[in-house]
């Protein structure tokens, strides 16, 4: 499998980080892709959101969480007392992986060796922030980063001890909320998701 590592930049600043991922062609994902979807936010963010992978109105508008999962997620993270704003946001994997059905592009889920692959980009975001907390979005991302055997499902919204940050914690992912299959059960899974971020900001302050 190919990885991102030999495209890394040397001084791996995030504006040289946007520039050299832009051309990454280390998995087949960039061919039916129309960019890269790098991440966005503060270079001194203290927390780092981490995602699945760009969706189609990422894939389009070259930004992460701008699509409806994004607008989920700033209205979560305003009510856990944190903003937007003050994060750096990203995805695991940065090229949207879809399937043509019709007219629509259907969203198709990134394989363990295209999130190897891609690694190496999300492993220098964090380098260059070195955010206080790391907010894993779903089981992808807290796969990618804290191993394969990750179980979203008995870990979400626990601190897990890791290198990676002083604050490391799993949640859903917003587009669990978004498909959950009625109110209720979207009620509930947002209120999950903004308990997980509150919790992050209480042991930030
Ligand atoms: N879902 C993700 O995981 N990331 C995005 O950027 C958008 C939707």
Redesign the pocket.
Known sequence: GGTAAPLVPARATLPALRRAAAGCTACPLWERGTQT?FGAGRTRATVMLV?????N??DRAG????????RLLDRALAAAGLDRRDAY????VKHFKWEPRGKRRI?QKPNAAEVRACLPWLEAEIAAVRPRALVC??A??AQALLGRGFRLTERRGQPVPSPLAEVVIATL???AVLRAPDDAARREALAGLVADLARVAELLR
Do not use: C, K
């Not at 995602?51 to 969706?55: A, D, I, K, N, S």
């Open positions: 979807v995602g699945e992978q760009p969706g109105d990422e930004e992460p969480f701008v699509g409806p999962a994004g946001v990203t995805n695991a969203h979005l779903g992808t991302a992912h917003p587009s």
